[in-house]
C-alpha cells in the first residue's frame, strides 16, 4: 500500500543528503501550474526551505491563467516566484526561420510545438546559473517529470527531459497525487486535467491513452489487450529518447 | 595502430545500417566552422549524400569568420547550408532577464555563455522536425563531441551534449584530425585551434590542460602526476552531467 506521508519523508531526506553530499546551495523549478511542478515544488520547499526554491513561470504565447495558477502554488508554499517571458525571443526566433521559405502550419507544427519545452529548459539552466553567481551557491534545476509520462515517452528531449535532479520519476500520476494532497498543493492545480500549455489538447487526448491505463499497465494490472498494445508501441517509439546511437571504433 | 581509412569505412556503415534500421531520411549539423563537426559533415556526406545533410550555422553576437569557414565545409561537400542568426533572439531573452534586476557582467557570465549551446541545439531540432515534414522522411540531429571532450566534461548540459546519433564519441582529438586529413576536411577548418566561439579563450585555456595530454591520460600514457590529477578532477567534476540522481521509492 503506497503510503504518501511515508514518501515525503524520505523524499526530503533524498532531497536534504544529495544537496549535503554535493554542497548544493537551492533549486529552480518551472512552475507550469499543473500538479507535477505542485508537487515538486511543495517537496523542495519542505527540503531546503521557501528561500532556497526559485520558481519560474515561462509563458510563451500562453494563457494568463496558467500564470494564476503558478502563482497560487507559490503563495501557499511562500518561495519567490519569477516569470520570464518567452514571447518575444520566441517571435524573434520564428522571424529568422521566416527567412528561409514560406512554410505551413502543418509543415511548423511539431518545430513550433517542441521548440517551446527546450526554451523553457534553457531558461531554467540559465537562472540556475544567475542565481548561483548571486547568492555564492550552486542552485541546479528540478525535473518533474513523473513515471507515466516517462514510461511513454511524453516529453521533449532536449526539454523538460533535460535536469539535474528527479524526484517524481518513479511515482505514478495517483502516487503523485496522493503526495500533493499530503502536501496540500491548491486544488485547482493538483486535479486539473493534465496538459502540454502547447497543443490545445489534453496529454490523454495527444497520447491516445489514460493516465490510469499506463498506470495499470505498469503494476501489471491493465488487462485490455489493444491498450496493452498501444501503450507498449509508445514506450517502443520512445526508445530512441533514451538511447543515443554510438559508434565504438 | 589507429587506421583511419578503415574507421571511415566502418563510422559510414554504422550510420548507413542505423539510418536502415530505422527507416531515417536525413541529418541536421551544426557547422561551428571547427574541425569536429567538419569531420562529422564530411563521414554523413559520404554515408548519405550531400542531398540528404543540411548544415546550419547559429551565429549570436558572433564573428562572421567562423560563418566564413562553415562554407568552406559546405562548399567542399556540396550539401546544403543555412544560417539562422540567433542575436536577436538572444537579445529579446536578455531584455526579460533584465527586467528581473540589475546584474553585472560577472553575476551573468555563466549564464551568457552556456544559453547559447542550448539555443543552438533548439535551432537543429527546430530544423530537424521542420525538415522532417517537409520532405516526409525523418531527419535527426548529429552531435559532433569527442572522446577527449566528454571525458573531462567539455559540454554543455542541454546543448551541444543532446543529440540523436554520436559518432566521435569514441576517438580522440588526433584519431578525429587524422579521419578529417582522409575525407580531406579543409585544413583551415581541420586544424584551427579548438575554441567555443563563446569566450574568447581556447577550449584547452578554458580546460587548463592540453587534449594532447587528455588522450595520452585516455591511453595510459600520461605520466605527469600534476596533469594527471587536473584531469582526474575535470572528469569527476563532470559526474553529475551523466548522473541525475533519482528518487526511487
Not at 13 to 25: A, C, W
Given at each position: 500500500m503506497f503510503n504518501a506521508k511515508e514518501q515525503v519523508d524520505k523524499i526530503?531526506?533524498?532531497?536534504?543528503?544529495?544537496?549535503?553530499?554535493?554542497?548544493?546551495?537551492?533549486?529552480?523549478i518551472g512552475i507550469s501550474g499543473g500538479k507535477d511542478s505542485g508537487v515538486v515544488a511543495g517537496l523542495f520547499t519542505k527540503a531546503l526551505g521557501p528561500e532556497n526554491v526559485l520558481?519560474?513561470?515561462?509563458?510563451?504565447?500562453?494563457?494568463e491563467e496558467d500564470k494564476e495558477d503558478a502563482k497560487l502554488v507559490?503563495?501557499?508554499?511562500?518561495?519567490?516566484l519569477v516569470n520570464i517571458d518567452l514571447t518575444n525571443s520566441f517571435d524573434s526566433f520564428?522571424?529568422?526561420?521566416?527567412?528561409?521559405?514560406?512554410?505551413?502550419?502543418?509543415?511548423l507544427l511539431n518545430s513550433d510545438i517542441n521548440i517551446k519545452p527546450r526554451m523553457r529548459m534553457m531558461s531554467l539552466y540559465y537562472m540556475a546559473a544567475l542565481e548561483s553567481a548571486?547568492?555564492?551557491?550552486?542552485?541546479i534545476v528540478a525535473g518533474t517529470g513523473n513515471k507515466c509520462e516517462e514510461y511513454v515517452g511524453y516529453f521533449t528531449k532536449g526539454g523538460d527531459s533535460v535536469s539535474d535532479i528527479k524526484i517524481l520519476s518513479d511515482l505514478t500520476v495517483s502516487e503523485v497525487i496522493k503526495i500533493g494532497e499530503e502536501l496540500k498543493v491548491p486544488e485547482k492545480v493538483l486535479y486539473k486535467t493534465p496538459n502540454d500549455g502547447l497543443s490545445n489538447q489534453t496529454d490523454e487526448d495527444k497520447l491516445g491513452v489514460k493516465y490510469s491505463d499506463i498506470e495499470k499497465y505498469i503494476n501489471n494490472e491493465l488487462l485490455d489487450e489493444n491498450i496493452k498494445q498501444r501503450i507498449e508501441k509508445l514506450h517502443k517509439n520512445a526508445h530512441h529518447k533514451f538511447n543515443i546511437p554510438t559508434y565504438k571504433k
Open positions: 526530503i531526506d533524498f532531497i536534504r543528503s544529495y544537496y549535503k553530499n554535493n554542497n548544493l546551495g537551492g533549486v529552480v520558481g519560474v513561470t515561462l509563458p510563451c504565447h500562453s494563457k507559490a503563495n501557499y508554499y511562500g518561495f519567490r520564428k522571424d529568422q526561420i521566416n527567412l528561409l521559405g514560406n512554410f505551413n502550419d502543418q509543415q548571486i547568492k555564492g551557491k550552486t542552485y
